[in-house]
């Protein structure tokens, strides 16, 4: 088994992007760090840096503004790097579809420009409750193996 899979199955370091969320869904993310929820019983950590992430959190419709922004911070990220794909607008631009400022497309696609083979998630929602999140976080990472 690759090093880099063991490590990212027993505590996933992750770098949350907003790229052009209502900030619903970032607020959620937030509430998962707070005592009730704890994510760090289960290893995973935000950091700062999408340098030293084994994973992308990317909530939002992905603008044509952010949509070359993703790509370099998916670029930066080293692989093997899974991308979570947090809320009905990251899924499938939700409620958005149709605005102007969406036409980068869903956020799948704009990863999938830079890498074919991107492993992509999906935890959808509106925005997706804290338990959906730890649950689709925590059951992607036990299928990596």
């Known amino acids: ?13 992750v770098y949350h992007v907003n790229a052009g969320a209502c900030n619903n869904c970032d607020i959620e993310v937030l509430e998962l760090l707070t005592p009730r929820f704890d994510v760090e019983r289960f290893g995973i950590t935000l950091v700062g840096s999408p340098r030293h992430a084994d994973a992308l959190l990317v909530s939002g419709i992905c603008t044509r503004q952010i949509a070359p922004r993703l790509q370099d911070l998916y670029a930066q990220t080293p692989k093997p790097c899974v991308v979570f794909c947090i809320g009905t607008c990251a899924c499938a631009r939700g409620i958005f579809h149709d605005s102007y400022h969406a036409a980068a497309g869903p956020v799948d696609e704009v990863i999938r420009a830079v890498d074919p083979a991107a492993t992509i998630l999906y935890i959808p929602g509106c925005p997706p409750k804290p338990e959906a999140m730890i649950l689709g976080v925590v059951k992607a990472l036990r299928a990596l193996a």
């Open 1 to 13: 088994m690759n090093w880099r899979i063991w490590a990212l199955q027993k505590s996933p370091w």
